[in-house]
Antibody
Framework: DVQLLESGGGLVQPGGSVRLSCAAS????????MTWVRQAPGKGLEWVST????????YYADSVKGQFTISRDNSKNTLYLQMNSLRAEDTAVYYC?????????????WGQGTLVTVSS | EIVLTQSPATLSLSPGERATLSCRAS??????LAWYQQKPGQAPRLLIY???NRATGIPARFSGSGSGTDFTLTISSLEPEDFAVYYC?????????FGGGTKVEIK
């Protein structure tokens, strides 16, 4: 079974940092682009960042550029999102998602999400 | 940035009825559009990719159409499990963007 399991969320103070992880299983992780999507409470979906198969290409939403860093470790089948200088508006459920074989930007498989709450 | 506008925001229908959801892009995105379904407390699920291709395991009652700037998701006969929020998403240009969603609720 293809599975994505996020971890690392929790309560963080404004200005703080957190690193999210997404453990992949059931497929050849190194063959797929990976993405983070977030959803603020009661709101819609927002694309955050995508990384190519080798990690050589990364893309970010303007809202997180310079603040978040996406990375991956293909030897560990794990995707990461380093989140710095967190603000209240970064409060959301963060999902990792796998691209399709033909398109990095179509999200075929999703994790269950991890909630990040930025509050003092 | 490509803006996707979904309409209506809410669709109130009964089981067995046909649902027609619209997604309009602010500029042409060819067929680079996907549709997702999200139920409360769950992650989104891919329904349709490249405007008209059903994802694996998606029932035939779901269909997508359109190209350029105007797209439609049709649910031919609503089942109880289809009441959810539906999002469109484009992959034509970075940044990738989602529409604001259409909630399909039970009338």
């Amino acid at each position: 079974d293809v599975q994505l399991l996020e971890s690392g969320g929790g309560l963080v103070q404004p200005g703080g940092s957190v690193r999210l992880s997404c453990a992949a299983s059931g497929f050849t992780f190194s063959s797929y682009a990976m993405t983070w999507v977030r959803q603020a409470p009661g709101k819609g979906l927002e694309w955050v960042s995508t990384i190519t198969t080798t990690g050589g290409g990364t893309y970010y939403a303007d809202s997180v550029k310079g603040q978040f860093t996406i990375s991956r470790d293909n030897s560990k089948n794990t995707l990461y999102l380093q989140m710095n200088s967190l603000r209240a508006e970064d409060t959301a459920v963060y999902y990792c998602a796998r691209g399709t074989t033909g398109a990095a930007g179509t999200f075929e498989t999703w994790g269950q999400g991890t909630l990040v709450t930025v509050s003092s | 940035e490509i803006v996707l506008t979904q309409s209506p925001a809410t669709l109130s229908l009964s089981p067995g009825e046909r649902a027609t959801l619209s997604c309009r892009a602010s500029q042409s995105i060819s067929s680079s559009l996907a549709w997702y379904q999200q139920k409360p407390g769950q992650a989104p699920r891919l329904l349709i990719y490249d405007a008209s291709n059903r994802a694996t395991g998606i029932p035939a009652r779901f269909s997508g159409s359109g190209s350029g700037t105007d797209f439609t998701l049709t649910i031919s006969s609503l089942e109880p499990e289809d009441f959810a929020v539906y999002y469109c998403q484009q992959r034509s240009n970075w940044p990738l963007t989602f529409g604001g969603g259409t909630k399909v609720e039970i009338k």
